[in-house]
C-alpha cells in the first residue's frame, strides 16, 4: 500500500524543551494508524503538526505526495485531513444539527445540500435522534461522536482522532470502535489515531507507532510492538491490561 | 412557521397604518425607535453573529454621516449618491481596524477596547477638521417642507418614518438571510468556538472581515438618515462612545444573536426612555438624574432576570421557539 501521509524528520521544541525530535513515520492508505505512548512523548505534538497547529522547526509532512507541514489548520482540513479534539469542542449553542452542516459546508456549499449531508452522517455516528438538540445538552459520549461526525463532514481522506475514546465507558468505547472499524471499508478513509485506551488500539490499528520523549522507539504490527521490551520497558510497564 | 409569518405580517400591517392614527410626537417616537431597531440590528451582525464585540459603533455612524452630509453641504451632492461612499467607506474602516486587530491576534474585550479607541481617534480627528466644521458642527440647509422630495431625501416626518421602516423591514431580511447562509453558519461557529472552526477549513479571519465590513456598511446608512433627519453634526455627539452604548443596548437587552431582539429591544428601551420622562413630567418630579435611576434599575432588571434578552422567553410564551 502506498503512504498517505509521511511524515520526515518531524521536530519541534517549545522554549528550548524537545517535544518532538526526528520523528518519522508512514500511514498508509486505507489503514488504521495508532500512534501510542507514555504521556509528554510527544503524541499530541506530533498531531498539532500535522494538523497545522503548529510549524515543525525542521522536517516536513507530505500528504498525497503535497508537502503540507506550515499550512494554516484551516488549509490543512481544506486539503483533506479533519480532526478531532482531546478536549471536545463543540459550538454549544447550535443544534447538533447544525455544527455537522457547519462541516458539510466546507464541500457543499449550499446550505440545503449541506444538511442532506450532515443528516446522513448523524446516522452513521448514532446521533440521529440529537439532531434537533443544542450541543451543549449532550452527554461526553455523544459529544465525542459529534466531534467525529463534524470532522467527517469536512469529507477528510485522513482522519485524525485524538484520544477520542478516553472518558468513555467499556461499552461506549466498543460501540465507537465499531463505528470506526466500519469507515476505511464504507468512506475510503484513513485514521491516524492518538490513544491511551489500548483495548481501542488493540481493536482498530493494524500498525502501530511508539513515540517516547520525543523519539520513535518502535513501530509494527500490534503484536509486534506490545511484545517489543523496549516498548514495554518505557510504556507499557507490567501492570498493563491488554 | 406559518404562525411566526403571521404575527410578522400583522406586525407590518400595523406599521405601516401607524402615521394614520398616529399623532406628530408618536410618529418621531416611532421613528426613533426604528432607527435604533436598525442600527442595533447592523450592530448584532458582528457581535451576535460572528461573536466579535465592537463598543465603537458610533464610529461607522459618524462616517455614514460626516460622508453624505459633507457632499451635501459642500457639493450639494445628494444623499442617493453620497450613501454607497458612506457605505463604503464604513466598511472600509471596519476591515482596516478588523484586519489590524485579528492579524496580530488581538481579540476579546482588547478588541472591543480598540474599537473604542478607533471611535475616539476619529472624533478628535473630526473635532480638528475644518472642512466639517470641526467641533462646532457642521449644519445641513433644511427647507421646510410638506412635500416629499425623494431625491434629495427631504419630506414631512411621515417620510422619515416609511424610510427608517423600510431601512429596518430591510435589515431584518437580509439578516434573516445572512443567518440561513454559509456565511452565518461560519460566522456563529467562529463565535462559538474559533479553534474549531479551523479545524473545519474555516478561514476565519476573512469570514471575521465579512461580518466586520457587512456590519459597518450598514451602520453607516444610520449615518446617512442620522444626518438628514437631524441636519447638525457634531463629533463630540455623534462619535461618543454613550451613542455606541446606546446602539448595543437594544441587541443587548432584546437578545444578542436573534433576529428580532434587537428590535424588541429598542422599542422597549425607546418606550421606556420616553414614558420614564413623560410619567416624570406629568407626576411633577423634577429630581435630577430619577429619569437615569429608573432606567437603570430597569436595565438591571432584565439582565439578571432574563439573561438572554427579552426576545428567546417571548418567542417561546408566543409558541415561536422551544
Redesign the interface.
Given at each position: 500500500m502506498t503512504a498517505l501521509l509521511r511524515a520526515t524528520g518531524l521536530a519541534k521544541s517549545f522554549r528550548g524543551v524537545h517535544a518532538v525530535r526526528d520523528v518519522s513515520f508512514e500511514v498508509a492508505e486505507g489503514s488504521i494508524t495508532a500512534l501510542i505512548g507514555p504521556n509528554g512523548a510527544g503524541k499530541t505534538t506530533v498531531f498539532n503538526l500535522i494538523?497545522g497547529v503548529h510549524a515543525p522547526d525542521a522536517g516536513a509532512i507530505q500528504f498525497r505526495d503535497r508537502a503540507i507541514h506550515g499550512l494554516?489548520?484551516?488549509q490543512v482540513?481544506?486539503a483533506g485531513i479533519?480532526?478531532t479534539?482531546q478536549l471536545v469542542?463543540?459550538?454549544?449553542?447550535?443544534s447538533v444539527l447544525?455544527n455537522v452542516?457547519?462541516?458539510a459546508?466546507?464541500v457543499e456549499?449550499?446550505?440545503a445540500a449541506?444538511r442532506t449531508a450532515a443528516r446522513a452522517i448523524l446516522g452513521k455516528l448514532g446521533l440521529d435522534a440529537r439532531a434537533d438538540q443544542p450541543a451543549a445538552a449532550l452527554t461526553l459520549s455523544d459529544r465525542k461522536r459529534l466531534e467525529v461526525a463534524?470532522?467527517l463532514?469536512?469529507r477528510p481522506r485522513l482522519l485524525l482522532l485524538d484520544e477520542v475514546m478516553a472518558g468513555l465507558r467499556p461499552t461506549e468505547c466498543d460501540q465507537l470502535v465499531e463505528v470506526f472499524r466500519d469507515l476505511p471499508r464504507s468512506d475510503g478513509l484513513t485514521i491516524l489515531l492518538i490513544e491511551h485506551v489500548m483495548r481501542a488500539v488493540m481493536a482498530l490499528a493494524g500498525h502501530i507507532a511508539v513515540l517516547d520523549r520525543g523519539e520513535v522507539i518502535a513501530r509494527g504490527a500490534p503484536a509486534e510492538v506490545v511484545a517489543n521490551p523496549a516498548v514495554l520497558s518505557c510504556y507499557l510497564g507490567e501492570d498493563t491490561e491488554l | 412557521m406559518t404562525r411566526a409569518a403571521a404575527l410578522l405580517a400583522i406586525l407590518a400591517v400595523l406599521a405601516v397604518a401607524f402615521p394614520w392614527f398616529a399623532g406628530a410626537y408618536a410618529l418621531s417616537i416611532a421613528t426613533l425607535i426604528l432607527y435604533f431597531a436598525y442600527t442595533t440590528q447592523a450592530w448584532n451582525v458582528m457581535m451576535g453573529f460572528a461573536g466579535q464585540l465592537s463598543l465603537g459603533h458610533a464610529l461607522y455612524v459618524g462616517i455614514g454621516a460626516y460622508a453624505a452630509g459633507a457632499l451635501f453641504f459642500h457639493l450639494g451632492i445628494g444623499p442617493w449618491a453620497g450613501l454607497p461612499l458612506a457605505v463604503a467607506a464604513a466598511a472600509l474602516a471596519g476591515v482596516a481596524i478588523g484586519a489590524l486587530a485579528f492579524r496580530f491576534g488581538v481579540s476579546g474585550v482588547y478588541f472591543a477596547l480598540l474599537t473604542i479607541a478607533f471611535a475616539e481617534f476619529t472624533r478628535i480627528a473630526f473635532d480638528h477638521l475644518s472642512w466639517t466644521g470641526g467641533p462646532g458642527g457642521m449644519f445641513l440647509p433644511v427647507e421646510q417642507r410638506d412635500t416629499i422630495d425623494l431625491l434629495a431625501f427631504r419630506g414631512p416626518p411621515i417620510f422619515y418614518y416609511y424610510a427608517m421602516l423600510a431601512l429596518t423591514a430591510g435589515a431584518l431580511a437580509l439578516c434573516w438571510r445572512l443567518l440561513g447562509s454559509r456565511a452565518g453558519y461560519y460566522w456563529q461557529a467562529i463565535r462559538e468556538d474559533e479553534d474549531a472552526a479551523r479545524a473545519l477549513g474555516i478561514a476565519v479571519f476573512r469570514w471575521k472581515l465579512l461580518a466586520i465590513a457587512i456590519s459597518a456598511g450598514m451602520t453607516a446608512i444610520s449615518g446617512v438618515f442620522f444626518a438628514f433627519y437631524y441636519n447638525n453634526l457634531f463629533p463630540e455627539q455623534i462619535f461618543n462612545t454613550g451613542r455606541s452604548i446606546e446602539i448595543i443596548l437594544g441587541s443587548v437587552i432584546g437578545g444578542v444573536g436573534t433576529l428580532f431582539g434587537p428590535i424588541v429591544g429598542a422599542a422597549v428601551l425607546t418606550l421606556l426612555s420616553e414614558g420614564i420622562t413623560e410619567s416624570l413630567s406629568a407626576l411633577g418630579w423634577a429630581v435630577p438624574g430619577s429619569k437615569q435611576v429608573i432606567y437603570g434599575v430597569v436595565l438591571l432588571g432584565v439582565v439578571v432576570f432574563l439573561p438572554q434578552g427579552i426576545w428567546p422567553p417571548l418567542a417561546r410564551r408566543l409558541g415561536l421557539a422551544r
Open positions: 494538523a494554516r489548520p484551516e482540513c481544506a479533519g480532526r479534539f469542542k463543540p459550538f454549544p449553542a447550535l447544525d452542516i457547519v462541516g459546508l466546507l456549499r449550499k446550505v449541506a463534524r470532522a463532514a469536512t | -
